[in-house]
């Protein structure tokens, strides 16, 4: 065989489409099967008649241009692109064609993917946020960002804190009584306005078990006036309740106690876990929350100094307190100057 | 309800199968034989490679429990206007048997994947 028949072979056979036409006549000199195919109305010995959006004399000096052909179902995306070339003094235009369909559909795909990752990728950030929200309601954040970086909170034991207890007179007689939507729903709007009040005074609210709500001063950052700051919250969670109640049919009712002391905090449990805290401030709050009258605030005597700038304390009086003994404790309300402000 | 296969192991078939990287090639390979089959291969035909491809690899991804999931309700309403029969759906799935075992799925896993198609017949044929 020779050199030239094999040459015609190869140009026959290889996946390439190749068209030579005659620059100055516009007719088609040769073809290969592979252009053949893609081009079905391109026949040899007649003019060059393929639809392209440049004239067949400017292809040479242009880039490649993409066009589409039908073969059977499948639409193709081919590359196109010409040279010139001069063989027996006769000018041609060899007109090379590649098939990029592959590569486009490649590319598609990978588009696709990347859209469906993106959109799971935002899909995991916004559950990511609904989480670091959940778990914020049940744990300080620099508990949680201890959660997260290790996986575990370690117990600490934070000193000097003020602890916060209320408690609701009659609440479980009015749940009882009253339409329980209702009563939880209101429950609901004072709590949410506590967290409010808290929050404003730097107290971190750390749980509510029924109608009791605990909040914590001092934790998890050291803060010196952390009894102060409770005392006004307190003072400030009275005062909204009174203003509520005088609008409301249902009258909200609280007793406070405030206790200065240390506690541990730490996540409890394993799989429904709770940011609590523990410790014998916890427990006085709440012996002090008991003793207190309907809307009053029961303070212990020993936290008489820091308090007595700002708010008004009465005169001590001993009581026996369970796990404490005999204790002092006062009634702390606001001094008459800010009452009639507000 | 979600149209994202269970799998019998943790991990999705998906990525037990290379994820997008070892399966590119078999999801060109459906393509190729779905637009050659003379059954069903008119609906694809017309239809923009892009949007084409972009169909075939969510396909995927829903049926390995890849990235992609549909709900039932956008399945019947993405075909509803198809006219799909039961003999078009046995030919999909019948082309989906041979390319996923040509590509060396195992029998088990071939078998959930076809049984997870079959449980969305009805949401597709009219």
Known sequence: ????????????????????????????????????????NSVVGQV????????????PSRQPIEVRAKVKRRTLILELSAHKAEHNGTQLIVVEVQNISRLRETEAMIDSYADMVDRRTRELEREKTQVEKLLLNVMPRSVYEEYVT??????????????????????????????PNVTVSELNEIFTAFDHISELHGCERIKTIGDCYMAVTGLPHP??????????????????????????????????????????GSVVGVQKYVYDVFGPAVNMAARLQAQSEPMEITVCETMRDSLLDEFAISPKRNVSLRGFGDTDIARLSEHLAHQRVA | MLAHMETTGSIPLFDKYGGLRGLRSV????????????????FFEDVDIAKLIDHQTKFFAAILGGPAEFADQRLANAHRHLD????????????????????????????????????????IVR
């Open chain 1, 223 to 264: 803060a010196s006036d952390h009894a102060v700051s409770a005392a006004r919250a307190a003072v400030k969670m009275i005062r909204f309740l009174e203003r509520r109640n005088q609008t409301h049919e249902h009258k909200w009712r609280a007793r406070i106690g405030i206790a200065t002391g240390s506690v541990v």
């Open chain 2, 84 to 123: 799909v029969s039961h003999i078009h759906f046995d030919e999909v799935t019948r082309i989906l048997k041979d390319t996923l075992a040509d590509a060396g799925f195992v029998q088990n896993d071939l078998n959930l994947t076809l049984s997870a198609v079959e449980a969305r017949r009805s949401l």
């Open chain 1, 1 to 40: 065989m020779q050199l030239q028949d094999i040459s015609a072979r190869l140009i026959q056979s290889i996946s390439v489409g190749i068209c030579l036409v005659e620059a100055d006549t516009g007719v088609v000199i040769s073809q290969n099967e592979t252009f053949g195919t893609w081009f079905a």
């Open chain 2, 27 to 42: 999801i060109i390979d459906f393509y190729d034989r779905v637009l050659d089959s003379d059954v069903v291969g008119h």
């Open chain 1, 48 to 59: 060059w008649d393929i639809d392209l959006p440049n004239a067949l004399s400017d292809l």
């Open chain 1, 150 to 179: 290790f996986g575990s909170v370690a117990p600490q034991l934070f000193e000097p804190v003020t602890v916060l207890m209320l408690d609701f007179v009659g609440f479980t007689k009015m749940a009882a009584a009253g339409d």
